[in-house]
């Protein structure tokens, strides 16, 4: 089966980091593109990151930059965001999103393979 599985979300404080993962299982995927989206209580889901797994470029929402890293270990078929200084406003579901060719993309619509979502809550 074909598909991608976030782990890593939790509880922490302000300031505080979280490491998330998104593991592809069914298929390689050294030649896609990985996004991180968010969805807050509320809100729509908004893009965070993507990465290409091919030549390891990559693309951030201007609010998570500095704070945000995006890497992959191909060895793992795996794909990491850690993030680091959180914020209470960060508080959501996480979810990582898969699409062929290393063009990198944002929006939802761009991306055909999703995650089940991880949720991560930031205390203040």
């Known amino acids: 089966e074909v598909q991608l599985v976030e782990s890593g979300g939790g509880l922490v404080q302000t300031g505080g980091s979280l490491r998330l993962s998104c593991t592809a299982s069914?298929?390689?995927?050294?030649?896609?593109?990985i996004g991180w989206f968010r969805q807050a209580p509320g809100k729509e889901r908004e893009g965070v990151s993507c990465i290409s797994t091919s030549d390891g470029s990559t693309f951030w929402l201007d609010s998570v930059k500095g704070r945000f890293t995006i890497f992959s270990d191909d060895a793992k078929n795996t794909v990491y965001l850690q993030m680091n200084s959180l914020k209470p406003e960060e508080t959501a579901v996480y979810y990582c999103a898969g699409k062929r060719g290393k063009e990198l993309a944002f929006l939802e619509g761009d991306f055909g393979l999703w995650g089940q979502g991880t949720q991560v809550t930031v205390s203040s």
């Open positions: 069914g298929f390689i995927f050294d030649d896609y593109a």
